[in-house]
Structures are given as C-alpha cells and as structure tokens.
C-alpha cells in the first residue's frame, strides 16, 4: 500500500509541476497576469508532495518490504538500521527520487520566503523550476520508477554494495545532491531574470544564498568523498582524477566562480552577463555529473550503449535545459547591459581573473574527463590521468593564487599600487622563505609539491591581510567568512603539497613479532585474530606503533567479508598526531604463512579536509552573515509599514 | 569462449577474481556483463594471452614477489613508484596500479620493479606496456593524432582567457 501511495503523490508532484509551469509562463502574458498568484502555492504543495513520496520509499527500505523490486534488489533484513536507511539513497532509482525530493522542496522554500525580487522575476523563476523538476519527474516516472513491485515477493534482499556499508558514503551522496540542487535554483534564478530582463543587484543577492549553500555543500561533499577514499580504498591516495571525482569537482569549481561574480553583481552591479551565463553553466555542470555517474557511460561507452534508455534519457535532459538555457542567453545576452566599469587594478578585475582562470580548470576537467569517452567510441581506449591533471590545472590554478593573495585587499572600482607595498611583500616574503627551507633542507622534490609547500604559507598570511586595521569585533560575518575560505585554500594547498613531497610508504610480509620502520615511526604485528560485526566478519590484525621510540599504541586495521552480498574491503587502521598521519593495512596471507602489511606515514596529510572544512566554514559564516542582514532588513521593513499603517488610522 | 561472469568483489574498484593462482588473465570487468562485437574481439585477444602467458610466467605461484615488495635501494623504489603511479590497473576502475589489490596490478608492478632494477629506463617500460596492453594502460596520455586535441586544449583555453581578459580590461581603462 505505502508504495502505490508513494507513486501516487509522485504522479501528483509531477501534475502540478506541470500546472506550475504553465500557469508561471501565462502570467508573464499582460491578459492573464491574475494566474501568478497561483505559482506560489503549488510550488510549496509540490515540495510537500515529493516529501511524502521520499518519506514512502524511507519507510520501505526501513521496514525492508521485499515486495518492493528496488527494496529487493538493493537492501537485506540483517543489515544494520543507518544502512537500511542510506540504502534508500545507495541505487539509482532512490537517489534520483532524493534529488527531485531536495529540488521541490527548495523550490517550495523559495516560494514561501522571497521577498525581494521582483515578482515577475520570481514567477519566472518559479516556473524555470518546474520546468527542470519535470525532465526529472518524467525521467523518474517513465524510466526508473522507485516503488515498482515485483509479482512475488523476494525471500531475502540482495543487500547493499560492502564498499558503499560505510557511514562515510551514507551521507556523502545526499551531500552532493544538496550541491547540485542549490545549483539548479540559482539555474532557475538566472532564467527567470534573463526571462524578465531583470538582471541585476536584487537578482544577484536572491541568488547568492542558494549559491553560498550550495557550494558549502558541494565542499564538504567533495572533502568527505576525498577522505572517503583515501581510508576505504586502502592504498593512501586521496584523489585520483577518477571521472566520479571530477563529475562532483566541475560543478564545483563552476559555483566558486559563480559566487564571486555573484558578489561582484550584488554590490558593485557589474559583470552582469559573466553572473548570468556562470549561473548556467554550474547547473550544466551538474547534469554532466549527474549524466557521467548515472548513465553507466563510466563502466564503459559501451555498458551505455547496451542499456541506454537512462542515459539517453538523460542526455536528452541536459540537451534541453542546457541547450534551451543557451539559446535564451543567446537572445537576451544582448539586451543585459554590462554593468558598471572598473579599472585594472581593482577588486572586480582580480575577481575576474580568478573567474577565468577558474573556467580554465574546468575546461581542462571537462575535458580531461570527457575525451576518453569520445575516443573510446571512436574505437581507441586512452587514459587521462594525474600526469596530465595535476601539471595543466596547476598552470591556472598557481596564477589564481598568486591573485587570490591580492585581490582581497584590493579596493573596489579602482586602486592605487602604492597602498599595496605590504600585503604584498609580507606574503611575498614568506613564500620566499618557504622556498627557501624546502630547497635547502628537503631537496629534492618535485616541482609541483615544492611550490605548493612555498605559496601555500604566503597565501595563509595574505588570505589574513584583509582583517589588518579592522576592527575584529565589528567586522562583518561575510569578511570573516572570506578570511576563513581562503586559509582554509592554503591549508588545504600545504596538505596537498605534503603529501606528495613527503609521504614514506613501507610494504611488509611479517610473522606476528616482527618489526619494521616506517619514516619516523617503529611499527610491530603483534598477533592476528578473527573478529565479527553485525553483517561481517573479519580477521584483526595488533599492531603495535611507536613515533620516534616513544610509548607504543596500538592499531587494529581489519580485512572484513561480508556475507550478503559477498564481499571483501579493508578497513585501513590510521593515527592522526598533529604532525600528520600514519597509515596502516592488512593484506593478505603469503604462501609462507607471514602477512602483507602496508604501512604509511603521510606528513601533515590530514590538513587537506581540515582545509576542506575550514572553505565550507568560510562559506557558512559569509552565509549566516547575509541571511541575518536579510533577516534585518525584512523585520525593519515589516516595522516601518506597520508604523505608516498606524499613522494612517 | 570465455566464460564471463560478475564476481563479487575482492577489492573496492576491482571485478573480483577469486581463483586468481589459477589463471590470471581472465577478465571480470562488470562492462564485460554487456558485451559487443568489439568486447568478443578484445576477449580474443585476452584469450590469447591467456593461453601464451601461463609457460612464460610463474602463474600458478602466488602473487609475484616483487607485487608486494619494495626493491632495497630507495632510489630504484621511488622511480618505480612514479611510475606505477601513472600505470592504470586494467581490471579496476580508476585506479593506478600503485593503487590496487588486484592481482594484475601486483603482476604489473612485479615487472615495473624488476624492470627498474635491472636498470632499465621507465619510459622505456612503459613503452613495453603500452606495446602489450595498448595506450589504455598509461596515464599519461601518449602524443598521437588521436589525442592531440588533448593537448591543444589547455592551450586554446589559455588563448581564450587571454583574449577575454583583454578584452575586459582594455574597456576597463577606458571607463
């Protein structure tokens, strides 16, 4: 019963998607204007509606109904509750009813609290919603239909992927989806006012909070995923350029540039068109992604080819949001002025600098990720990987950093070079210095690592320039936000360069008792021992470590089998100090009875998703600060109509 | 033909091989559930190698000594070590060779290592790879027709960055 009613709602969402959409475009018309006021309302029965239906498929999973094909097919009763409930989201189907469950219902959020667009614009938006919402609907509906039943119930589940049985990655996916979504409304936003010829300050700061949330969400999905792999996949690499990675990293680095010409438009009201075509080309970038992972094009052009349906389905939705939304800023593009001029040395020109070259790494991911798809079905398999990432990107993204330690000093329209001597020599100065401690005591290193380890701590100290002279307790949230996303690029940047130039990596066949050295660290197996868990089993390995002859701790990295369905994954043992960490793995056992260990000592490598964290905490205090001011300015506004109101009687 | 079969998996980003000691060249991509003309064409091949490989090698021994093994000269290991890392393990998704736990790997970085001990160049290896399993088992992508709208990418984006940010900031100055 609760999967026909899931179904139903589902269908009822997409029904008044379509009565969105509809009564949106006819309000825009002189003669039926009336019919706005509708859009509102169904926007936020349409969240409620695919809530419902979401919630349907949770209680599903929850109950595990094998009655349910998808329930069947991807859950199992022995598996632990938090898995029961991720699994929801852990296959195809689930996962598309969660992202146009995140999308109606930030449409719906959208209806109920703008207030300072103009509502035309905001009707227009509204529409663009359900214009996108739908594609989904229809793809859900008609291609991947979540709550099919099977004509005799299974007696067990196939259960869940043991790769994916990881709290890690049971809240990783939905992460992600948050992202795109908030993409998909700033998409929306950016429609509606090229729809409106509306583009401008107002447009721009509706439109920054959906960006600033989604590109937090973005950033602690990409740094979980990151860690995520780093400790599941046991081999110590934290990203491998693997297409999933880059699907997740280009609409990414599409809403970093997107949220600094947003803030350009918001207060300095230039770089119109740039705002508005960055707005379409982060969502594009979502449906790539979504279109790369969801396709099965990965596996292989010709896994898609095999089963296409999903994948053409898809396709054809990014041909008509993407194509539909070009062709509209095609139209318009012409009839959006430019906004207000700056100089060369100004804040807007940095932040323009940054944007392209931003636009420049993802091309090169786009690329980068795409081409062997395009070689492969022409016949010839190549790989695309690190040795051609790492050195191209770095020819952007080096540059954008030099400018990310300026530009935030600079002021707005025009500036004058002599006021910048020491927020640029300080800077300067340290990087110099790095180089020169890096060159001298640690040579050689790689190119690579070795200006990553110099320009990460000039870019620390530059990124704390912009509070120099201030008053710290009367700065406002956005600053600080701003000052913390930039350290957090830095110290992101020296975890990165750490790890490549001073990682030591130890492999090892040992008999309990045996010892072996580790950089700094003495690391002894002690015993090896089968343990079990809910749904698994695995054998534990002691493992007795010390940091340069101190006090021994132990480890315990575990190799698990799991029964349902089968299968084996490691389960990586590691040590954080504050000065990096060590890394530790059971392999298997050799012929002569000893077992593989591998061990690593990763210098400084947790910095990277402290870094992570730190750029999502940046965003989330630049957030708080808007939403505030916002909140401010609509309660002195409500104030002040209250008071004429008064008057007036 | 060969028989092909989804396994589960022994490793993350692996398509499983649980007999591995008794044939190693048996390919359990999951890609291979859907197969085409051009994947029957590719298992001939495979198949081939299959059939030539075991009197080369030592097959039937467990992983080759070198897969899980460093070589003592530190220098030697970390050449060996670039390279593996820019090697794709053909049986994985996405992962070097340096990477993975699949027992191909584990081949492969055996013969990396050996090689890089008895002094040879790692080009030179990696050229003997991409001579036995195609462009495909190189992460670097080799300078070909067919990939050279690769690299002319990065530089019509770096020409493209250019002629916008001239353009932005030559109205700049006007203004």
Redesign the interface.
């Known amino acids: 019963m609760i999967a026909e009613i899931g179904l139903a709602m589902l269908w009822m969402a997409a029904a008044l998607a379509v009565l969105q959409l509809v009564a949106g475009a006819l309000a825009l018309r002189p003669g039926t204007a009336h019919l706005g006021g509708v859009v509102r309302p169904v926007a936020m029965l349409q969240g409620l509606l695919v809530a419902c239906a979401f919630a349907a498929l949770i209680t599903l999973f929850l109950t595990t109904d094998l009655s349910v094909k998808l329930v069947a097919e991807n859950s199992h009763s022995a598996k632990p509750f938090i898995f029961k409930l991720a699994g929801t989201w852990g296959n195809h189907e689930g996962s598309m009813l969660m992202w146009v469950t995140i999308m109606s219902l930030a449409g719906g959020f959208v209806a109920l609290i703008e207030k300072r667009l103009r509502e035309e614009t905001l009707i227009a938006t509204l529409a663009g919603q359900a214009f996108v919402s739908l594609g989904f609907y229809a793809f859900l509906l008609l291609a991947s239909n979540p709550f099919e039943r099977l004509a005799e119930p299974a007696p067990e589940g196939a259960g869940l992927n043991p790769l994916l049985q990881d709290i890690g990655l049971a809240f990783h996916p939905p992460t992600l989806y948050v992202g795109y979504v908030g993409l998909s409304i700033a998409f929306s936003f950016a429609v509606g006012a090229l729809v409106t010829r509306d583009v401008g300050p107002a447009f721009a700061r509706a439109m920054r909070p959906w960006v600033l949330g989604a590109w937090i969400f973005l950033t602690l999905g990409i740094t979980a995923g990151s860690y995520w792999a780093y400790y599941t996949l046991g081999w110590g690499g934290w990203w491998f350029w693997d297409p999933v990675e880059n699907a997740s990293l280009m609409p990414w680095l599409a809403a970093t540039a997107l949220l600094h010409s947003c803030s350009v438009l918001a207060a300095r009201n230039a770089l119109r068109t740039w705002t508005v075509m960055l707005g379409v080309i982060a969502f594009s970038m979502s449906m790539v992604g979504t279109f790369l992972v969801r396709s099965g094009i990965l596996t292989s052009v010709h896994a898609f080819a095999v089963d296409p349906t999903r994948g053409t389905f898809i396709l054809a939705l990014l041909a008509i949001y993407i194509g539909g939304a070009l062709l509209l800023f095609a139209l318009r593009a012409g009839t959006v002025t430019e906004g207000a001029r700056f100089a060369v040395l100004s804040r807007e020109s940095a932040l323009v600098f940054n944007n392209v070259m931003l636009c420049g790494i993802l091309g090169i991911v786009l690329v980068g990720t795409l081409y062997p798809l395009l070689t492969e079905a022409m016949g010839v398999k190549v790989s695309v990987g690190p040795p051609y990432f790492n050195p191209v990107s770095a020819v952007f993204a080096i540059p954008m950093m030099l400018v990310m330690a300026v530009g935030p000093v600079l002021r707005w329209r025009e500036d004058k070079g002599g006021r910048l001597t020491w927020p640029v020599a300080i800077p300067a100065l340290v990087s110099a210095a790095a180089l020169l401690v890096v060159e001298l005591l640690f040579a050689p290193i790689n190119l690579l690592p070795a200006l990553g380890l110099a320009i990460a701590p000039g870019l620390a100290v530059a990124s704390l320039m912009p509070l120099r002279g201030r008053n710290l307790r009367r700065t406002p949230l956005p600053i600080y936000g701003m000052v913390v996303g930039h350290l957090g690029i830095a110290v992101a940047l020296f975890g990165m360069a750490s790890e490549g130039a001073f990682s030591t990596e130890r492999l090892a066949a040992m008999n309990p008792g045996d010892s072996q050295q580790v950089g700094p660290w003495t690391v002894s197996l002690q015993a090896i021992d089968p343990v079990a868990g809910p749904n698994w089993t695995a054998l534990e390995a002691t493992v007795a470590v010390s940091y340069a002859g101190g006090s021994p701790t132990t480890l315990h990295p575990q190799a698990r089998t799991f029964a349902n369905p089968p299968g084996n994954r490691t389960e990586s043992a590691l040590l954080t100090r504050w000065n990096g960490q060590l890394y530790a793995v059971l392999g298997e056992e050799g012929e002569d009875g000893r077992w593989q260990m591998r061990f690593w000592w990763k210098p400084f490598v947790p910095m990277i998703w402290y870094g992570g964290a730190l750029v999502a905490l940046g965003g989330l205090l630049a957030l708080l600060g808007r939403v505030a001011r916002d909140v401010k300015r609509l309660v002195a506004i409500d104030k002040i109509a209250w008071r004429r109101e008064r008057q007036g009687r | 033909m060969m028989a092909v079969q989804i396994s ?6 692996e398509g ?1 091989d649980p007999e591995r000691h008794t044939l190693r060249f048996r390919p359990r ?3 291979f ?4 003309n ?2 029957v064409g590719l298992l001939t091949v495979l198949a081939l190698f299959a059939l030539a490989q075991p009197l080369a090698a030592q097959d039937m021994l ?2 080759a000594p070198y897969a ?3 070589l003592a000269d530190p220098k030697q290991e970390a050449k060996a ?1 670039a390279l593996m ?2 090697l ?1 393990c053909l049986k994985c ?4 060779i ?4 699949a027992p191909m790997a584990g081949d492969m970085r055996h013969q990396v290592r050996t090689r890089i001990a008895a002094g040879e160049d790692p080009e030179a290896i990696r050229q003997w790879l991409i001579e036995r399993y ?9 300078v070909k027709p ?2 050279w ?2 690299f002319a ?2 530089l019509l ?2 020409a493209l ?1 250019a002629f ?2 001239r353009g ?2 030559r ?5």
């Open positions: 589960s998996s022994r490793h993350p980003r499983g991509i999951p890609a559930a859907g197969m085409t051009v994947w467990p992983p899980y093994k460093q070590q890392e820019t794709r998704q996405s992962q070097s340096a990477d993975s736990d195609g462009d495909y088992v190189s992460y670097t992508p080799q067919i990939t709208p690769l990418a990065p984006f770096l960055a916008l940010l932005r900031f109205r700049g100055k006007r203004a």
